[in-house]
């Protein structure tokens, strides 16, 4: 690259992160002006724009903000109060935004749970939350009654849209509640004593030790995620968001709203993703832009061409996780002028953009601005899973094109902070202590990643037994788990293995079994105990488990062998088919690696 060349990339990357400091700048940890406040704010400056489409309704902010007021004189009415907590179960739709800010309104943090989750693992969620109220819909208050006997605590069920046949001691409607309830801002005073320290949300992610854990989202947090991209992506309020990701997710609940809803501009929300209908949508709403993941990208470039997948006027594409094997196919195909990819975790302090659209890259961090980007990477060795450590006890940095963990220095600014979870031995093991000089304090990402000479950053894999699949995190602990009780296994070896033409890792479980596999069986209680995304897409048979003298299991072979029928000793089945599972063939095997069979 040029010198001219050079000085342009670094001139736009400058000033993306100039938008996005500007912005966040001002949030100040023990400040009083909160996430609902950023929103009336906005709602103040442009009342009369239309702030929110989904699939039913069309809101104006002055009408969104009604809403949420609504939400928050209910809660009032139900005696929560400041530190209270309420779990929210629903699909995408103008109520599920309308429900946490009212919430937040009135200083009750709001659980946002995931609703593909069901039975143990979704009492689990709702259990941890300390929530009495939880709020759903029509499409998931079943899953949530089925899960309440689990939780362990009295859960009241309040359900838009619930037929009155449907109402129950502890299963009520809420349409009518939530409009009986004035529209006029609950004072600020209800909410007087809290600062951006305190919880806004609590997000779910799951980890390495089995069921999800509940990672704090205070409001400076939430704003931060808000405002980061409301000026990262140059957003105003004639620019139009197209949002199909999941609320419950931060990509989809905060960094997917904030362009719209912090500058005027319209959010098109719709309950799931379609591939069929996603450009024809695109097109008919006018999207300006559009939040992804990396694996709605790629079922988009995998579909039949559809006659409006150019004819639309995105101008830019935010979100993360889109790899370099799709990048350019995607932007090439579709035409999206730029793609803005980023870096970062609901519970971490460490964000990175790639404010230059240089494909694969996550993000960078030149050295010019290192004191301006909480990031660095340390070596790390594989086998202790630890960073290493030098002669003198301390961490060293990772050489330019060296795989190492991201990390971020913790501190008591916006910036710095880490919230951590609910658990605080979960939040202690995500700690470094003593990494440069004696005493400091770092934030554990848990991702390995190399960075070139230029600073930008490639992500290389997660570190331990968590993988990422269909654009969830996928814990081995927890699948073991659920499938150890399943009829006639003995025992359960989950792991992670690479697809070609898929992202992340798609889910293998080693059964050791009593008798002879019954594939029906298997997969039925697979389908009952866990989420799709977490159901093994491959199983195989072994005789014995082999583990390590600390008894843990031995994976590296099994992932190895992957699921090629020609490394693998004994049955190896696919899922799909009558049975569940099938045995896999020379011929399966070489539809799945050409792309002629999806998992």
Known sequence: MGLL??????????????????????????????????????????????????????????????????????????RLKRGDTIALVMLNRAEYLAAWLGFSKVGVATALINTNLTGHALAHCLSISNASQVVTDTDCWRRVEEARPHAGR?????????????????????????????????????????????????IYTSGTTGLPKAAKVTH???????????????????????????????????????????????????????ASSFWPDVKSSGATLFVYIGELCRYL???????????????????????????????????VPDILEFYGSTEGNVSLFNFDGKPGAIGRAPGFLKKQINFRLVRFDIDTEEPVRGPDGLCQLARAGEVGEAIGRIGDDTRHAFSGYADKAASEKKILRDVFVRGDRWFRTGDLMKQDSEGYAYFIDRIGDTFRWKGENVSTAEVEQRLADAPGVKEVIAYGVPVPGHDGKAGMVALVIDGKFGARVFADWAEQELPAYAQPAFVRIIKAADTTGTFKYRKMDLVADGFDPAKVDGPLYVRGGRSGYTKMSEAALAAILNGETRL
């Open 154 to 202: 009295n859960l009241m069920l309040w359900v838009l849209g619930l037929a009155d046949a449907d109402e129950a001691d502890e299963r009520r409607g809420l349409d009518k509640p939530v409009r009986g309830g004035s529209s006029v801002r609950p004072a600020r005073s209800v909410r007087s004593g809290l600062t951006n320290r305190d919880t806004a949300l609590y």
């Open 220 to 274: 400076a947090r939430a704003r931060t995620y808000m405002r980061a991209f409301a000026g990262a992506t140059a957003a105003t309020d004639k620019d139009i968001t197209f949002n199909v990701l999941p609320l419950y997710h931060s990509t989809g609940g905060l960094v997917g709203i904030g362009p719209a809803l912090l500058n005027g501009g319209k959010l098109v929300l719709r309950k799931r993703f379609s």
């Open 301 to 335: 470039v995998n579909c039949p061409e559809n006659p409006d997948e150019r004819a639309h006027k995105l101008r830019l594409a935010f979100g993360n996780g889109l790899r370099p094997d799709v990048w350019n196919d995607f932007q090439k195909r579709f035409a």
């Open 5 to 78: 060349a050079n000085i342009r990339r670094d001139i736009r990357f400058a000033k993306g992160l100039r938008r996005l400091l500007k912005r966040i700048k001002p949030i100040d940890l023990d400040g009083v002006d909160l996430v609902c406040d950023d929103w009336e704010e906005a709602v103040d400056k442009f009342p009369d724009h239309v702030a929110i489409q989904d699939d039913r309704l069309t809101l104006t902010f002055r009408e969104l903000d009604a809403m949420a007021n609504r939400f928050g004189h209910w809660a009032q009415s139900r």
